[in-house]
Every structure is written in structure tokens, then in C-alpha cells.
């Protein structure tokens, strides 16, 4: 079946110091990669998607590109601010299961100021 | 952008007694709705897919019997707990897929038995 391997946290980093999570995974089909953000208390928000091989989602600083040959989805982000800390989720949908998600295991960001 | 509702936001409730919670797309249709179960800094497990008009899907493991859905209307489906226990203390969070590979989540619901 589908599964996503995400990097262990906690992560914890200064202020403007650059990030990555990685993420790989496993799925019979041509998924679509996704990363959500979960900041405390809420629920989770779709932080950046992509959806076929070599693409790059970006969005409020963060990217991730989809890549088939070592089926990867790593996070990026160069200078992280104290706003980012949050848990992060690497998630992907097989295009043969109405949409549902497997997801990883979630990555605990901290920045420190 | 779509938006999901849970309510309630947290319910705290004796053992053995049975809790509602229900979710909502305001501003869209949804066939299909998924439910999570969140333990404290772990990831989302699958617990069932629920469908309008027919019978949810439940993932192993997962009791019928005990975690009832009910996908009444194309904008509505409630999980109600059962026969609470301490243990099924949890974040329970629903999603509904968009128009594209995507999935809307709700707020999620904090769940307490004491």
C-alpha cells in the first residue's frame, strides 16, 4: 500500500536559519504530494501541493519539488521565522482512492528567536 | 477557499455516555468525507470514509459499532461516539475533497472522557 516517510523531529532551529524536512514515499500510482502545516490548537492547512513529476510547490516562503526518481517531496525554506513553528505533514493522494491520504508522521518545527 | 466546520470545537464528557460531532461544508458539496483521529503529536489515522447516501467505510481496526457516521445530506456527517471510554479521548478531525486533488480539513474536535 501508499506510505510516507517523514523525517523524525523534533526540529529546532534559530531565527533565519534555513530548513528542510524530508519526506519519501511509497504509492503504486502517480500521486499527488502535499505538505500541511498544523500550528497549535488548529487544524491542519494545505501549505503546498504538487501534482505530477518535476513540479515545485511554493507558498509563504516554503517549496518542495516532486521528484519521481527518488520519490521524494523534501520541505524548504531559507530563513524561517519564529511564525513557522508548527508541525508539519507530508501527505500524499493515489489518484485511485478518491482522493484520501496517507499521511506521515508529522515533524514538529520550533524556531527560536 | 473551501471551508470545513466541526462542532464542537471540544466536548468533555462522562464515560459511557455517547457524543455527537459534526461536520460541515459551508460553501460546497461533499459526497465523501473523511474522518481522522489525531493522538497527541502523532499523525492522522484514517478512521472511515463516510458517504452521502449509503454506508460508511470503516478502515481495520476501526469499530462500527462504537464510532457511528451518518452522511445525512451532501453538506453534513456526524461521528458519534459511543459508550465513551477514557481512551477514546482524541482529536477527531473530518476532511472533504475539493473540486481538484485536494482536501479541506475542519478545525477538529477535542474530545475528553473522563
Known amino acids: 500500500g501508499d506510505s510516507v516517510t517523514q523525517m523524525e523531529g523534533p526540529v529546532t532551529l534559530s531565527e533565519e536559519a534555513f530548513l528542510t524536512i524530508n519526506c519519501t514515499y511509497t504509492?503504486?500510482?502517480?500521486?499527488?504530494l502535499f505538505w500541511y502545516v498544523q500550528y497549535p490548537g488548529e487544524g491542519l492547512q494545505l501549505l503546498l501541493k504538487?501534482?505530477?513529476?518535476?513540479d515545485k510547490g511554493s507558498n509563504k516562503g516554503f517549496e518542495a519539488t516532486y521528484r519521481k526518481e527518488t520519490t521524494s517531496f523534501h520541505l524548504e525554506k531559507g530563513s524561517v521565522q519564529v511564525s513557522d513553528s508548527a508541525v508539519y505533514f507530508c501527505?500524499?493522494?493515489?489518484?485511485?482512492?478518491?482522493?484520501?491520504?496517507?499521511f506521515g508522521s508529522g515533524t514538529q518545527l520550533t524556531v527560536l528567536p | 477557499g473551501a471551508v470545513v466546520s466541526q462542532h464542537p470545537s471540544r466536548v468533555i464528557c462522562k464515560s459511557g455516555t455517547s457524543v455527537k460531532i459534526e461536520c460541515r461544508s459551508l460553501d460546497f458539496q461533499a459526497t465523501t468525507m473523511f474522518w481522522y483521529r489525531q493522538f497527541p503529536k502523532q499523525s492522522l489515522m484514517l478512521m472511515a470514509t463516510s458517504n452521502e447516501g449509503s454506508k460508511a467505510t470503516y478502515e481495520q481496526g476501526v469499530e462500527k459499532d462504537k464510532f457511528l457516521i451518518n452522511h445525512a445530506s451532501l453538506t453534513l456527517s456526524t461521528l458519534t461516539v459511543t459508550s465513551a471510554h477514557p481512551e477514546d479521548s482524541s482529536f477527531y478531525i473530518c476532511?472533504?475533497?475539493?473540486?481538484?486533488?485536494?482536501?479541506?480539513f475542519g478545525p477538529g474536535t477535542r474530545l475528553t472522557v473522563t
Open positions: 504538487a501534482t505530477k513529476a518535476d
Open positions: 501527505a500524499l493522494s493515489d489518484s485511485g482512492s478518491a482522493r484520501q491520504l496517507t
Open positions: 476532511s472533504a475533497p475539493g473540486s481538484t486533488y485536494e482536501q479541506y
Open positions: 504509492a503504486t500510482g502517480y500521486p499527488s
